[in-house]
Nanobody, 122 residues
Framework: QVQLVESGGGLVQAGGSLRLSCTAS????????VGWFRQAPGKEREFVAA????????YYTDSVKGRFSLGRDNAKNTVYLQMNSLKPEDSAVYYC???????????????WGQGTQVAVSS
């Protein structure tokens, strides 16, 4: 069982930045692809970005391309989501999720964190 813990959320003004972290309990985390999702009140959970197990491939939803970027440090069992030029519409609970090997841009991940709140004020 892989446990994921998100951190780094908070309140920021529009145009600001936050870096979210997703840290795993699994010592073989390096073989897991990781996705980031978000869910705003009254809306469905949506895909934001995902990174391959090797870290050499990243996928982003159109609305965050050029503003968000992914990175991972497998030695620390951690994946990062750097969020720049934040907009009020980015406000949501952000979740990370993991699955072995294959990165996907759907919710077909096996393990999920509890989420971290991001609020962007205008």
């Amino acid at each position: 069982q892989v446990q994921l813990v998100e951190s780094g959320g908070g309140l920021v003004q529009a145009g600001g930045s936050l870096r979210l972290s997703c840290t795993a309990s699994e010592r073989t985390f390096s073989i897991y692809a990781v996705g980031w999702f978000r869910q705003a009140p009254g809306k469905e959970r949506e895909f934001v970005a995902a990174i391959s197990w090797s870290g050499d491939t990243g996928y982003y939803t159109d609305s965050v391309k050029g503003r968000f970027s992914l990175g991972r440090d497998n030695a620390k069992n951690t994946v990062y989501l750097q969020m720049n030029s934040l907009k009020p519409e980015d406000s949501a609970v952000y979740y990370c999720a993991a699955r072995k090997w294959v990165v996907v841009n759907t919710t077909q991940y096996d393990y999920w964190g509890q989420g971290t709140q991001v609020a962007v004020s205008s």
